[in-house]
């Protein structure tokens, strides 16, 4: 399970260092793909092959079709090298407005890796508890 948020910097190549934590449970290669709220998602290779599943099972509806597309068509497999770097290529860092200062936060089964501007820009968490007395429609319960 991931959880944290580690600040990092990416250089000019797109190589940026996976923090330390998070290195053991994504292997020695994931995958990575465009996100939700202008974030990356990296997923370990077993989770990937259950989120890929899950997008199967979808309807034949033209908004599943959207989802499949956008979630397969921006992902791309990302080796950790010697170092502990990923390569996160040119389009998906240009999606995510990567420059320079990212943050990498872990969310159970995958992580989000977002530019500090984006995520200081959605790490809004005044309005938790109203969203929390929603969740427990779901049965989220505190």
Request: aromatic share 12%; charged share 30%; proline share 4%.
């Amino acid at each position: 399970m991931f959880m944290g948020t580690y600040d990092h910097s990416i250089d000019t190549k797109g190589r940026v260092i996976v923090p330390a934590k998070f290195r053991e449970p994504l292997g020695d290669s994931f995958v990575v793909t465009l996100g939700l709220d202008g974030c990356l998602f990296g997923y370990p290779e077993e989770e990937w092959m259950d989120f890929v599943k899950q997008l199967k099972e979808l309807p034949g509806t033209k908004e599943a079709r959207k989802l499949q597309r956008y979630f397969m068509a921006g992902a791309a497999p990302c080796d950790v090298d010697k170092q502990g770097r990923i390569l996160i290529p040119s389009k998906l860092r240009e999606a995510a407005g990567l420059e320079k200062d990212i943050v990498f936060v872990g969310v159970m089964s995958k992580i989000e890796i977002w530019s500090k501007a984006r995520w200081d820009e959605n790490d809004d968490f005044e309005n938790v508890d109203e969203i929390a007395e929603h969740m427990s429609e779901f049965g989220l319960s505190f």
